[in-house]
T-cell receptor
Framework: IAGITQAPTSQILAAGRRMTLRCTQD?????MYWYRQDLGLGLRLIHY???????GKGEVPDGYSVSRANTDDFPLTLASAVPSQTSVYFC??????????FGEGSRLTVL | GQNIDQPTEMTATEGAIVQINCTYQ??????LFWYQQHAGEAPTFLSY??LDGLEEKGRFSSFLSRSKGYSYLLLKELQMKDSASYLC??????????WGAGTKLIIKP
């Protein structure tokens, strides 16, 4: 693989269920990010990680958690999904210049 | 608060020139980015400005005025494939990216 891979591409989920969105990069970038994108709104940062072993909260962290056990993987977990978490989720990484490299996105629908 | 403003939608004709404006109010400034996002796809990097002036890259140019909190993306010789959303983002004093909602550009034949 080259770049960032997200899985699943699309998922329909019942409210209350637990869900993990996977993100893997092979560029050895230190910084990784999770964004959500909703119609009419800009990309909103959920959580970020500046390096393996560290994570931080973004603009809209409530209801989400992340971990960064190694450089390559940065999964996003919804402990108990709610309909307001219906969105397109993008994982991204950065090489330290500020430029972001995005995965193809995960479209999540919570019913 | 921090704010990035750009028009919601613009329409232009194939072969023409279009300018997409972005104004920003952020806590600090460490650069401004433009990204292109085709429908259903991920954003991809177009340009980065940190100093005032015009940066040209093929058919695309990006301008920055830090004193005015203003940038624009100029697209020349428009092609149908340029139909996409264009996202403006500012790197603030904490080196976090603040994103505009994006401008949907519609190209007509």
């Amino acid at each position: 693989i080259a770049g960032i891979t997200q899985a699943p591409t699309s998922q329909i989920l019942a409210a209350g269920r637990r869900m993990t969105l996977r993100c893997t990069q092979d560029m050895r970038h230190n910084a990784m990010y999770w964004y959500r994108q909703d119609l009419g709104l800009g990309l909103r940062l959920i959580h970020y990680s500046n390096t393996a072993g560290t994570t931080g909260k973004g603009e809209v962290p409530d209801g989400y958690s992340v971990s960064r056990a190694n450089t390559d993987d940065f999964p996003l977990t919804l402990a108990s999904a709610v309909p307001s978490q219906t969105s397109v989720y993008f994982c991204a990484s950065s090489n330290g210049t500020g430029e972001l490299f995005f995965g193809e996105g995960s479209r999540l629908t919570v019913l | 608060g921090q704010n990035i403003d750009q028009p919601t939608e613009m329409t232009a004709t194939e072969g023409a020139i279009v300018q997409i404006n972005c104004t920003y109010q952020t806590s600090g400034f460490n650069g401004l980015f433009w990204y292109q996002q085709h429908a259903g796809e991920a954003p991809t990097f177009l340009s980065y400005n940190v100093l005032d002036g015009l940066e040209e890259k093929g058919r695309f140019s990006s301008f920055l005025s830090r004193s005015k909190g203003y940038s624009y993306l100029l697209l020349k010789e428009l092609q149908m494939k340029d139909s996409a959303s264009y996202l403006c983002a500012v790197l603030d004093s904490n080196y976090q990216l603040i994103w505009g909602a994006g401008t949907k550009l519609i190209i007509k034949p």
